[in-house]
C-alpha cells in the first residue's frame, strides 16, 4: 500500500515537473519572439514647413460710430399736425420731415407784417423830413427804432414757424419713429433718429509700443459678425494725440466706405491695421504641435537606416517656440528648417523613434484663410 502511494505521488511530481519544462519552453520562445518583433509601420500624414512672407497686422477690436447722426427732436412745444416721413427710408438734406402746429403764428404774422410795412414807411418819412430839418433828431430815432422793433417781430413769428417745421439737417437714413399725429409734443421730446452711414467710422485702442509704427492714411480690415466672409477696407484718418493714462493705449479712427450699408452705428467689430513691412515666416499647419506643459513639439519625419542596411521612415520629436497664428497655420520662430517634413495630424498618439508610412490621401487641406462648410 505504502509503495502504490509512493508511486502515485512520485508519477505526479513527474508529471508537474514535465508541465512546468514544457511551459518553460514556451514562455522562452514567446520572449525571444517579442524581442524579435518589429511592429508595422504607422500610416501619418505630412506637411513641409513652409518659408514665405506674411502681412504684418496688428489687430485690435472696435466699435462703429456715425460720421454724422442725432435724434432729431422737438424745438418748441407744440402738437403734431404732419408727419411727411416713412421710418427707415433715405431722406436729403432739408427735407420735411414733420409739422407742429402753427395756427397762432399763422395768424399773428400778416398783422406782423403790416405793422412792419408801416414802421417801413414812416421811417422812409422820417428821413425826407429830417433832411428839410422839419423834424427832430428824436423823432428820426423813434421811427428807426419802431421799424427794427416790428422786424423783430415779424422773424421771430418766422423762426417759430420754422422751428415747428421739421426738416433733415443732414442727408441719412431714418431710424424708428417715436411720435404720433396729433400727440403734443414738449421741448427736447425725441422724433426720429437719424444717421450717416457711408462713410461710417471704426473706433478702436492700440497699445502705446505701436505709436511709432501707426500713422494717418495707413489701410485697415474690418470683419463683423453676420457679415460671413466679407471683409471691409478703410483708411485711419486720426490718431488720437494723447494716451489714455489708464488703458496706456492710443485712440485710432478709421473710416470705411459704406455703399452698401451693412456697417451700422453701435456695432463691433474686428480691426486689423496693415503695415507696411511684411514678415518673413516659418510656417506649419497647428495641429502638427503637440502641447504639453513642458513645451510644445512636433514630430519630424526623417529617413532611418536599419542595422542590416535597410532604409525606413522613422519619427524624431524636435521641440519648437512659437509664434502668431494665422488661419490654420502658426508661425515657428526656432526648432525647425524650411522643407522638413512633420506629422500633420493625430501627433498625441506618436512617439519618438517610432516606424511609420506616409499617407497622405486623407490629409485635411490647411489654408491662411479658412472657409468651413456650412454644413
Do not use: C
Request: glycine share 8%; hydrophobic share 40%; proline share 5%.
Amino acid at each position: 500500500m505504502k509503495k502504490k502511494i509512493v508511486l502515485t505521488i512520485g508519477g505526479l511530481l513527474l508529471l508537474i515537473a514535465v508541465l512546468a519544462g514544457i511551459k518553460a519552453l514556451q514562455i522562452s520562445k514567446m520572449i525571444k519572439a517579442g524581442s524579435q518583433f518589429v511592429p508595422p509601420p504607422e500610416p501619418v500624414t505630412t506637411a513641409k514647413v513652409l518659408s514665405g512672407s506674411w502681412e504684418t497686422v496688428l489687430p485690435a477690436v472696435g466699435s462703429l460710430t456715425a460720421v454724422q447722426g442725432v435724434t432729431i427732436a422737438a424745438e418748441l412745444p407744440g402738437k403734431v399736425v404732419e408727419i411727411a416721413f416713412t421710418p427707415g427710408a433715405r431722406v436729403q438734406k432739408g427735407d420735411l420731415l414733420l409739422r407742429q402746429d402753427t395756427s397762432s403764428e399763422d395768424a399773428q404774422l400778416p398783422g406782423a407784417e403790416a405793422s412792419l410795412i408801416l414802421a417801413s414807411s414812416n421811417l422812409s418819412r422820417a428821413k425826407s423830413l429830417i433832411a428839410e430839418a422839419l423834424i427832430s433828431q428824436s423823432h428820426l430815432d423813434t421811427a428807426q427804432a419802431n421799424f427794427q422793433q416790428a422786424q423783430a417781430g415779424v422773424e421771430n413769428l418766422r423762426s417759430q414757424i420754422a422751428k415747428k417745421t421739421i426738416r433733415a439737417p443732414f442727408s441719412g437714413r431714418l431710424g424708428i419713429r417715436l411720435v404720433n399725429l396729433g400727440q403734443s409734443l414738449r421741448e427736447g421730446d425725441a422724433i426720429v433718429s437719424l444717421q450717416t452711414l457711408s462713410p461710417i467710422y471704426v473706433d478702436f485702442q492700440l497699445p502705446q509700443q505701436y505709436l511709432n509704427q501707426v500713422r494717418q492714411g495707413l489701410p485697415v480690415r474690418v470683419t463683423a459678425d453676420g457679415l460671413s466672409d466679407r471683409q471691409l477696407s478703410g483708411k485711419i484718418t486720426a490718431i488720437n494725440p494723447q494716451v489714455n493714462a489708464a488703458t496706456r493705449s492710443i485712440g485710432v479712427q478709421a473710416t470705411l466706405q459704406n455703399e452698401e450699408e451693412l456697417l451700422r452705428p453701435g456695432m463691433f467689430v474686428s480691426v486689423e491695421v496693415l503695415l507696411p513691412k511684411l514678415q518673413t515666416v516659418l510656417s506649419i499647419p497647428t495641429t502638427a504641435v503637440l502641447h504639453a506643459p513642458f513645451g510644445d513639439s512636433v514630430f519630424i519625419v526623417e529617413e532611418k537606416q536599419t542595422k542590416d542596411s535597410k532604409k525606413h521612415l522613422a519619427l524624431r520629436q524636435q521641440f519648437i517656440r512659437l509664434g502668431e497664428k494665422r488661419g490654420d497655420f502658426v508661425n515657428v520662430l526656432s526648432g525647425l528648417t524650411a522643407g522638413e517634413s512633420v506629422v500633420s495630424t493625430g501627433v498625441f498618439k506618436f512617439r519618438n523613434g517610432q516606424a511609420v508610412v506616409v499617407d497622405n490621401s486623407l490629409a485635411p487641406e490647411f489654408r491662411l484663410d479658412p472657409q468651413p462648410e456650412n454644413n
